[in-house]
């Protein structure tokens, strides 16, 4: 049988920096979470010890600025740095991308002494962040949370749940848009809230199709007190915060969701060209050479779209409906292609002795978070014709 190892993506990158660091990434894939994977997805076990790895690799600020302890990478190098942890297992790069997204609020809107005093730490010290916007009645009405904080003196106090939290309950950090005025999106206000600040608990993981590695739970908040320097942004700024922060998470979204089906693609073709029916490899079948050259196809053109959106960003010009129509493309992308995937496996594909079908149940979530596809889709529209009618 041939032997054919996928090839690593051949990535256009602004720098020699650039390159050096998709190397790094590539190493630690390569040695400490491809091996693993498999098992500890399997297992539900939480690398934790492999986040710490990242934060001492300066993985985990990339985007930001280095005076706080952030790589200064521009995002067209920060999201294919993201597209290749998700390849390697979707729960180091989606929890990568959501501490980026928990950091967002406080790099983009903080003051500069909030800045000097937890930015060090929560982009290279070791800490793990959580992004805290949906509750249990409002995931696509993101304005309607009922989580409150009430002001007390110098102090606010926050109470209410908030549902699907990517590392609820471990992470050291959770960025909590709550209500602190009247209803509607102008009266929600942004705080970043301690892990271990008394009130914090968070109910038991849910149980999900896939990722199984990564913490999804509802965090409960049960009169946590802050201080008013844990404010971030003005009062009743923090659904624009919010917005502003999902622009960018998107992005990540998008980033991974290519990373996974890129893997989904390198174990179709691996297998396409040793598996052999009839006397030769099935890659020679014509109707399967097809399906490999649509998926890779669909994944040049997500990759594409991510990062012209990212430029963009990087280059300080809107960039909102681009991050739309990357997340749409790019994780649609990726249900099709892990489908296509397992059926090019067959019955292999349908197992756990192989990672396809692992592939294809983690790329349905990425239809999902940090806004549904049908929620994209509005977004885009919006940007073409207008809001819609009330």
């Known amino acids: 049988m041939p032997d054919r190892a996928p090839q690593p993506v ?5 720098t020699e920096e650039a390159r050096d660091l998709i190397s790094l990434v590539r190493d630690i894939a390569q040695q400490e979470i491809i091996p693993k994977a498999a098992e500890e997805e399997d297992a539900g076990r939480f690398p934790r010890e492999l986040f710490t790895l990242l934060s001492r ?7 930001y600025d280095s005076e706080y302890g952030g790589g200064d990478q521009p995002y067209e190098v920060y999201l294919q740095v993201l597209e290749e942890l998700a390849a390697a297992r979707l729960t180091v790069g989606l929890g990568v991308s959501v501490h980026s997204l928990a950091s967002y609020a406080l ?12 930015l060090p730490a929560m982009l290279g010290g070791g800490l793990l962040g959580a992004y805290c916007l949906s509750e249990p009645h409002s995931g696509s009405d993101a304005a309607a949370l009922r989580t409150k904080a009430v002001r007390d003196g110098d102090d606010w106090v ?4 908030k549902a699907w939290i990517t590392h609820g309950g471990i992470a050291d950090f959770y960025t909590v848009m709550a209500r602190t005025g009247e209803e509607g999106p102008r009266g929600i206000t942004a705080f970043l809230v301690p892990g271990d600040a008394e009130g914090v608990s968070a109910a038991v993981p849910e149980k999900k ?26 009062e009743g700024q923090g659904f624009a915060i919010a917005l502003s922060s999902l622009d960018s998470g998107r992005l990540g979204i998008s980033a991974c969701a290519i990373g996974v089906a890129q893997a989904a693609l390198d174990e179709a073709v691996s297998y396409a060209t040793e598996r052999r029916q009839f006397g030769k490899p099935i890659a020679d079948f014509q109707g399967l050479r097809f399906m490999l050259a649509d998926m890779a196809t669909q994944i040049e053109a997500g990759r594409a779209l991510y990062l012209s959106a990212a430029r963009l960003k990087d280059a300080g010009r809107p960039f909102a409906k ?67 009618a009330r």
Request: with cysteine; proline share 4%; aromatic share 4%.
């Open 158 to 161: 926050i109470t209410g749940t």
């Open 10 to 14: 051949d990535r256009q990158l602004p």
């Open 209 to 234: 199709m896939g990722m199984k590695g990564s913490p999804t739970a509802q965090v409960h908040f049960d009169g946590v007190r802050v201080g008013d320097d844990r404010r971030i942004g003005e």
């Open 322 to 388: 681009q991050a739309a129509m990357a997340k749409l493309h790019c994780t649609d992308t990726a249900m099709r292609v892990t489908t296509d995937a397992v059926q090019i496996l067959g019955g292999y594909g349908y197992t756990a002795d192989f990672p396809a079908e692992r592939y294809m149940r983690e790329a349905k979530v990425l239809q999902i978070v940090e806004g549904t596809n049908q929620i994209q889709r509005m977004v885009i529209a919006r940007h073409l014709a207008g809001p819609e």
């Open 57 to 63: 690799s300066g993985l985990l600020g990339l985007p």
């Open 107 to 118: 790099a983009a809107y903080g003051t500069k002494e909030q800045q000097i005093e937890h």
